[in-house]
């Protein structure tokens, strides 16, 4: 039986892995403070639109307690700068055979997904994981307090477009895995995709993903559609210059499922809440991934010879707004729209 351990079980990570469990499948969350305490406890409680659920799920904070074994399929559900130091750390940890004996390392034995927002996870986990399969997140979540997520779907909860990234190709070993993961993950409502280029899927995902940045600065988009629209066109003129492929709008929409996976109000819900980006500055982390979104367009302008002003000006304001601590809302959109379209 496929055990799924989710390292940096956040929202994303202890949503599906609740979900999972909750169908009788075998999971194990990796999470930390308060939240791994609290789901060791009592559970994960998942709020959703149509119910609420309490599901007893396995914790713990470290892999010396996880004892791998060559049935695991590790799901990386962390930020992306905090991938390099997960899969640096999990890629060596022993994997045990049938007999109990050491079988070799986690990277090497092991697939690996990177179920986060972003393009850079693949190429991270790939300097530590032999198999690794990129993973589009579309579950909009949001983290409510320790041991409770709020996940604002339904009928359905999610959809996941999974496909292996680059590396020795194993057609049959690489079957199993999305057979495994649309057997087990599909039936709990969270529909797994196997598109035949996956990272055009990611890359659509980066330019939804770029208004993150807006509303972790303002709290509030309301009227800041141009500056929406400035950075995702700024995104698709590099995209175009790089020869990125990204999967064309017309496919898109319909591809995350808009009637089986459709936003709802949740019951008793906060008046205000916002996605990943949002939430790490609530909850003063000190780092954001939007180097990762907004950044990556910069990253790839570079590279192309262009530069992408609007993105890497977004970047860097998120930026210090998480180190110095601020809050959604410390910025005006009239503030953010002279810093960043000058004239």
């Known amino acids: 039986m496929t055990r799924y351990v989710f390292v940096g079980a ?134 409510v307090e320790p041991g409770e997520v709020m996940v604002r779907t339904a009928p359905d909860r999610a959809v996941f477009h999974v496909g292996r990234y680059r590396g020795t190709p194993d057609p049959d070993g690489d079957a199993r895995v999305l057979d495994a993961l649309e057997r087990d993950w599909t039936p709990a409502g969270l529909l797994v995709k196997r598109p035949e280029v996956v990272m055009a899927w990611k890359h659509r995902k980066l330019l939804t993903n770029l208004g993150n940045a807006l509303q972790a600065l303002l709290g509030d988009t309301a009227g800041a559609g141009d ?34 996976v459709a936003i709802r109000p949740v019951p008793d819900e906060p ?27 910069a990253l790839l302008a570079r590279r192309a010879g262009r530069s992408a002003p609007i993105n890497a000006g977004l970047a860097g304001l998120a930026r210090r707004a998480a180190r110095d601590g601020r809050a959604p809302g410390s910025t005006t959109v009239d503030e953010l729209r002279a810093a960043l379209l000058p004239g």
């Not at 008046?271 to 367009?297: K, P």
């Open 227 to 260: 500056l929406a629209d400035a950075a995702e066109a700024e995104a698709r003129a590099v995209f175009a210059a790089a020869g990125v492929p990204v999967t064309p709008d017309e496919e898109a929409w319909p591809g995350w499922e808009p009637e089986r």
């Open 10 to 143: 956040g929202a994303i990570g202890s949503a599906v892995g609740g979900f999972l469990a909750d169908r009788g499948h075998d999971v194990l969350l990796v999470a930390r403070g308060e939240h791994a305490r609290v789901m060791a406890e009592r559970g994960v409680t998942l709020r959703c639109p149509d119910t609420t659920l309490t599901v007893p799920v396995p914790v713990v904070t470290t892999p010396e307690h996880a004892r791998l074994t060559g049935d695991d399929v590790l799901v990386l559900t962390t930020k992306t700068q905090q991938v390099e130091a997960a899969v640096a750390t999990w890629a060596d940890v022993p994997v045990h055979g049938a007999d109990g004996r050491v079988a070799g390392r986690a990277g090497d034995l092991l697939p690996v997904l990177t179920a986060l927002n972003g393009v850079a996870s693949e190429e991270i986990a790939l300097r530590y994981a032999e198999r690794v399969f990129a993973v589009g997140v579309w579950f909009p979540t949001v983290m």
């Open 271 to 297: 008046a205000v809440m916002g996605g990943s980006s949002w939430q790490s500055l609530v909850r003063g982390t000190g780092s954001i991934e939007t180097d990762y979104l907004n950044g990556e367009v």
